[in-house]
């Protein structure tokens, strides 16, 4: 059984039904992510965008290489390769689409290194293949949000074993806003967040010979209030029973018990400095949009 298969069970077998957020981006899960950052609703990666855009000159630029956690399309990065100047950079990402388009995107902007990986296991690999100098990472779009609270300082620290003092990492962090203006990004009236969560279970249908009936779960975003974090979930319509095949695997659903698909947890400025110093890190510098709140934090490991 492959790890995509072995997480569907374990996550469905859970009271509080889960599935990773790592799995909503297959190759239509990523297209429908970028429709969702062209959305007037999902302010977040203008935001990211139009500080990497005005402040990329004000970063050091003593890096020979950069590295990017899930680098997604690559468009947000084209700034900061422009004002650093890499000899390389290594976008690392679970998906090999979103490799290809970064890679054409950037083609001639520096000796582009694609690793098909996830984070931890792809810092690795830079540094295998990095000779000397300092390295950049960039960890932009609030990806970081989608961590448990719990694990979110380990991981940090893990990152931190894998750098040397004077490399440092630009990371990107969505931080606390109005209810409202929270939920209609996460629940768009245009249906695209509902459809990137609902291919969820296409996606199991297609790859794991999954019967998700599509139209019995419906999209539900919350933000919770306590732990300071939008969720989303897929809520089952109906009493129903699903057979995953290479799972092995069946499963009842109550009517609306929920599968809790996705935190983004939403930072306050102030604590951006402290999380950094928690793990290893200093904060050299903290810029923040003015129009949607979300800030851009370059940390230096120490
Ligand atoms: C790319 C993980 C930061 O949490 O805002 C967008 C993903 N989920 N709409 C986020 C997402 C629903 C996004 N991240």
Redesign the pocket.
Known sequence: MNQFACEVRSGLAKPQKELPSKYLYDELGSAL?DA?TALPE?G?TRADRRILNRHAVDLPRDFACVAEFGSGSGSKTRAILEAIAPKTYFPIDVSPAALDRCTRELCGMAHIQPIEDSFLEGLDRVREAQESGALLLLFL???L??FDSRCRNDFLQQVRLRMRSGDAMLIGL?LVKPLETMLDA?DDPTGV?AA?NLNLLGRINRELGGDFDIRAFAHHALYNETDRRIE?HLRSRINQTVTVTEADFHCRFRADETIWT?S?HKFYADEIPEIAHATGFVSEALWVDEEWPFAESLWRAV
């Open positions: 992510f969702i999902y977040l779009g609030s990806t949000g989608n969505d996460y967040t990137f989303m996705e983004s």
